[in-house]
């Protein structure tokens, strides 16, 4: 009984210490970007750019189509520099370099697993570029709901629509966070992972929804991204929120998703301890 | 009169001199490359991946008209294609130089550049040489061998010229919008500048005519993205006079000035670090 107690009580204090350690890495992040605002504010230009460029893209091929009007595309692509905010994974960035610096050693021998720490710079990241790119959302929203461009009131959501969202959102973020640790695990054997990384890029540009939004693809395409992981980083909480999905698409996708989720995790599991037997500490 | 050819020399003798300082540079570059050949084996299945990806895009803007803002399918593939060629070119010839920029500035090895007895604009963008990404410009010519092939009756010899020239022209542009935004690091790292570089050459993949008129003005003078692809592209297909060439050229001389001039400045300001 005693023991049981014990055990409870190491298993809540370990809890306390890896929430800690998180709340930590986020306030560091937070306090060590600051100081960088411009390269924050230089990028969300260079996103803007990719993003309308994008937008104009389909607005114009939208003429051509009955199905899919301008409407649709300008709201799907405002949401998506919105969620891409909220669900990218920046492991890639820096785990590539720790491993080829020889910083990944440290993060070893720390008491707490390495991913703690990934986790809250990662989502120190993401709260940190969201909280910037808020005022160019809203000038957004209102030039385009000027316009009529816009395609859903915000205010119609019920609490469980919103609950629904935000859950597709933190499933999408953790999807791309196992699979950014995964790709960045490939540095342990490969030196020169910079193709490897910008190939990576590429295919999540493709087939995440970013690069061709999901409703303009053909039958077989989108069959073929149901099935994979890349759709439900990006492309699947923008189409809950335009309300795009019938029920069952929903529960379909939802769990999709999850299983997805939980093959990232044993495959990064698996991957890790293969990985680990041939890393060399090279690079201190 | 004597100062005037000795003046001709001189800039002859310079040329020379960073010609055979460029030749030693992609001269190493290609050793590192036959270095590491799984690299150059992934960039080969990326290149493979970008053209499919490329045109999948293309397939589905057209299931549902032949037509998209007044081009073809053959000519979007041609735009599609000038695209990669330049765009692959700069990453190759001084783009990636440009990327690690910021970290020879933070880690003091920028001084290094700055010693050398060349210009440091010119070191610092070409100053390393990356064959990987040379290998992408290659679905560029297929493209474009494509468009040829299926106007062949269309296309006159002076066509064809205009294009090389208007490539060259177009790579130069790139060069100067690069070196403009990468001038900031030098006086201030950690500016980021340099991505938004990378879209706006990323913006013209497509041709110009989809940002509507008012955009497309200002892509033809105060950005002058319009003369990365869409000029090229017409000039081939025959639909815009020569003189946009001309104009090309100008607009390129104008973007030089601003750019070096930009780059002297934001020079001045640098403060050495680290080192």
Redesign the interface.
């Known amino acids: 009984m005693q023991k049981e107690k014990i055990k409870k009580k190491t298993k809540r204090k370990s809890k306390n210490k890896v929430w800690r350690i998180l709340r930590k890495e986020i306030v560091m992040f937070f306090s060590g970007e600051s100081l960088y605002r411009k390269q924050i504010l230089a990028w969300l230009i260079a996103d803007i750019i990719k993003v309308v460029g994008l937008c104009f893209v389909w607005m114009s091929a939208s003429k051509y189509t009955s199905d899919i009007t301008r409407n649709y595309v300008v709201t799907y692509y405002i949401l998506l520099m919105l969620i891409s905010k909220l669900t990218t994974d920046r492991t890639i960035e820096f785990g590539i370099g720790n491993i080829l610096s020889g910083r990944f050693s440290n993060l070893l021998i720390k008491p707490f697993n390495y991913l703690t720490e990934y986790l809250g710079i990662n989502i120190g990241n993401n709260i940190f570029r969201t909280i910037l790119f808020l005022p160019a959302f809203l000038v957004a929203l209102f030039l385009v709901k000027k316009t009529n461009l816009w395609m859903f009131n915000i205010a119609g959501f019920s609490i469980v629509e919103i609950l629904l969202i935000a859950l597709s959102i933190v499933i999408g973020f953790l999807i791309n966070f196992f699979i950014g640790n995964t790709v960045a695990l490939i540095a342990i054997f490969v030196k020169e992972v910079d193709g490897i990384r910008v190939f990576y890029y590429n295919i999540f540009s493709m087939l995440s929804g970013e690069f061709i939004p999901f409703a303009f693809l053909p039958t077989i395409g989108q069959q073929v991204m149901i099935f994979l992981p890349f759709r439900y980083t990006l492309s699947f909480p923008i189409e809950l929120i335009i309300n795009s999905l019938s029920i069952q698409e929903m529960q379909f996708g939802f769990v999709l998703s999850l299983l997805w989720l939980a093959v990232c995790i044993v495959i990064y599991k698996i991957f890790y301890k293969i990985s680990l037997t041939h890393y060399e500490a090279e690079g201190l | 009169m004597k100062q005037k050819v000795y003046k001709k020399k001189s800039l002859y003798k310079r040329i020379r001199h960073y010609l055979r300082i460029w030749r030693r540079i992609v001269k190493s570059g290609l050793k590192r490359s036959f270095f590491?050949k799984?690299?150059f084996v992934?960039?080969l299945?990326?290149t493979a991946?970008?053209i499919g990806?490329q045109l999948?895009?293309l397939d589905?803007?057209f299931?549902?008209?032949g037509?998209?803002?007044g081009w073809t399918k053959p000519q979007t593939y041609l735009v599609l294609g000038i695209w990669n060629v330049v765009n692959y070119s700069c990453w190759s010839l001084f783009g990636i130089n440009f990327n690690l920029l910021q970290d020879k500035v933070l880690s003091g090895s920028f001084d290094y550049t700055l010693l050398k007895p060349v210009s440091s604009w010119c070191l610092a963008s070409f100053g390393d040489f990356f064959i990987?990404n040379l290998v992408n410009v290659l679905s560029g010519f297929v493209l474009i061998g494509y468009y040829i092939y299926m106007e062949w009756g269309s296309i006159s010899i002076f066509n064809c010229i205009f294009l090389i020239f208007a490539i060259l022209i177009s790579i130069v542009i790139c060069y100067f919008i690069f070196l403009f935004f990468a001038s900031f690091i030098i006086a201030?790292p950690?500016?980021?500048?340099i991505?938004?570089s990378?879209?706006?050459v990323?913006?013209t993949?497509?041709p110009i005519d989809?940002?509507?008129s008012s955009l497309s003005f200002v892509f033809y003078t105060f950005v002058p993205i319009g003369f990365i692809t869409t000029v090229p592209a017409n000039l081939l297909i025959g639909r815009t006079s020569y003189v946009y060439l001309l104009y090309g050229l100008f607009v390129t001389v104008l973007l030089g000035i601003i750019s070096i001039g930009m780059w002297n400045r934001n020079l001045k300001k640098y403060c050495s670090m680290n080192s």
């Open positions: 590491n799984k690299v992934a960039r299945f990326r991946f970008v990806a999948l895009l589905v803007i299931s549902g008209s037509d998209y803002v990987h201030e950690r500016t980021g500048t991505s938004i990378k879209e706006l990323g913006v993949k497509y989809i940002f509507g």
